[in-house]
């Protein structure tokens, strides 16, 4: 698409024209007025994420794997949305993983011209041996990004499932994927400035893609994370109360049980719900697909 000027993202918005003449608390108030109509605008768009989301874990579940392609801002919040997964909910850095162009570099400095490869994404994918059961996700705020439209255009030819996300309505009738989700914020405060309202629209929609998929896969008990990482004292405080919580055990006699079970909260509640040992309750989860309150109701069983 060689005029941007078209571009939704690129519009001037008529609210800040004069954003540099009035005072710091009435420049606040309209990034704020504007940054209100986000959360609206995603609203719009629940119906292509919930496709999403029961697309990546169908495919996740099969063994496959989730990729956030992107460039500046994109790329950042991708890379960021990846590598809250593991520490989260206990799942392998390999299962989302976020690419941007020009590399780990580009996360603390711009990499010039990088996001103009178009062949820059195919490299990145192939290296990381893409198969068709996984996902590719596209994220361009202005929806013309050539890094993340060679990138799609490359997943698709590989069997890969497709998912574009952009602000930019009139470039998504250009790119072909399976589902595009499309939120339009309008026109940024400052004008192109897709950090702010498409970036905080991206960051709301990754936040629903990861949690949602990561509920479907069983890594949470109602809205408890059972599958978190106890790498830090909040963390193992947080699965001792969470075990506490689900078993009307004290927190001392919950870290005794988090213990004999080598801290995975998981196998401890399984152990206590379902009054069974170590390698019985692991064996359960195997058995459930790692879905806790499928394993305990399999044995008649309920909790909290």
């Not at 400035?193 to 709301?204: E, F, H, V």
Request: proline share 4%; net charge negative.
């Amino acid at each position: 698409m060689g005029n941007w000027s078209k571009l939704l993202t690129e519009q001037r918005n008529p609210a800040s024209e004069n954003l540099d003449e009035i005072s710091t608390l009435e420049m606040l108030a309209i990034i704020n007025r504007e940054d209100a109509l986000v959360p609206k605008a995603v609203a719009q768009q629940l119906a292509p994420i919930a496709q999403a989301i029961d697309l990546i874990s169908q495919q996740v579940a099969k063994g496959g794997r989730l990729f956030y392609l992107g460039a500046g801002t994109s790329g950042r919040l991708g890379v960021l949305d990846a590598s809250e997964c593991p520490p989260t909910f206990s799942v392998s850095p390999d299962m989302v993983q976020g690419l941007i162009a020009g590399g780990s570099s580009a996360l603390f400095k711009a990499v010039e011209g990088a996001e103009d490869n178009i062949d820059g994404a195919q490299s990145d994918l192939s290296q990381r041996s893409l198969t068709a059961n996984d996902v590719v996700m596209g994220i361009a705020a202005s929806g013309v990004t050539p890094y993340v439209l060679g990138g799609l255009a490359f997943a698709k030819g590989m069997g890969c499932s497709t998912i574009f996300f952009t602000c930019s309505p009139t470039a998504s009738h250009l790119v072909e994927a399976d589902i595009k989700i499309i939120p339009e914020v309008g026109p940024e405060v400052i004008t192109g400035s897709t950090r702010l309202k498409a970036g905080t629209a991206t960051k709301l929609v990754l936040n629903m893609i990861s949690s949602g998929t990561m509920v479907k896969l069983g890594k949470t008990y109602g809205n408890l994370m059972v599958d978190l990482q106890p790498t830090n004292a909040k963390l193992r405080d947080r699965s001792e109360r969470i075990f506490a919580n689900l078993t009307g055990h004290t927190a001392e006699s919950a870290a005794e049980c988090l213990h004999r079970a080598d801290g995975h909260l998981k196998w401890a509640l399984v152990m206590e719900l379902c009054q069974v040992d170590l390698k019985q309750a692991q064996a359960l989860l195997e058995e459930h697909a790692g879905i806790v309150k499928h394993a305990i109701r399999s044995r008649g069983k309920t909790s909290g």
